[in-house]
Nanobody, 126 residues
Framework: QVQLVESGGGLVQAGGSLRLSCAASGRTFSSYAAGWFRQAPGKEREYVAAITWSGGMTFYADSVKDRFTISRDNAKNTLYLQMNSLKPEDTAVYYC???????????????????WGQGTQVTVSL
């Protein structure tokens, strides 16, 4: 069993930066790929970024590529999302999750993930 707790959200002006953290409890965190997803008001939750268990490979949605960076520190059982050049359309609740199933090499499918955190709100103003 793994429990995930996100933090680091807040209100920021467009063009600003935020760093989200996802603290994991449980010894199995470092064995799994992990990802960030987000849900904007009135919209479905969408994939943002993912990282392999070792951190050696990262993947991004086109909408955040070159602006967001996903990373992890397995010694600290923590997943991160550095968000730069934020836009109002990045406003959403951000969730982290562990990838426990699915096709190798495919990281964007929400159904492959479990142990979702409670989310952290990110609001980007003009």
């Amino acid at each position: 069993q793994v429990q995930l707790v996100e933090s680091g959200g807040g209100l920021v002006q467009a063009g600003g930066s935020l760093r989200l953290s996802c603290a994991a409890s449980g010894r199995t965190f470092s064995s799994y790929a992990a990802g960030w997803f987000r849900q904007a008001p009135g919209k479905e939750r969408e994939y943002v970024a993912a990282i392999t268990w070792s951190g050696g490979m990262t993947f991004y949605a086109d909408s955040v590529k070159d602006r967001f960076t996903i990373s992890r520190d397995n010694a600290k059982n923590t997943l991160y999302l550095q968000m730069n050049s934020l836009k109002p359309e990045d406003t959403a609740v951000y969730y982290c999750a562990i990838k426990i199933r699915g096709t190798s090499g495919v990281y964007s499918s929400q159904s492959d993930y479990a142990y979702w955190g409670q989310g952290t709100q990110v609001t980007v103003s003009l």
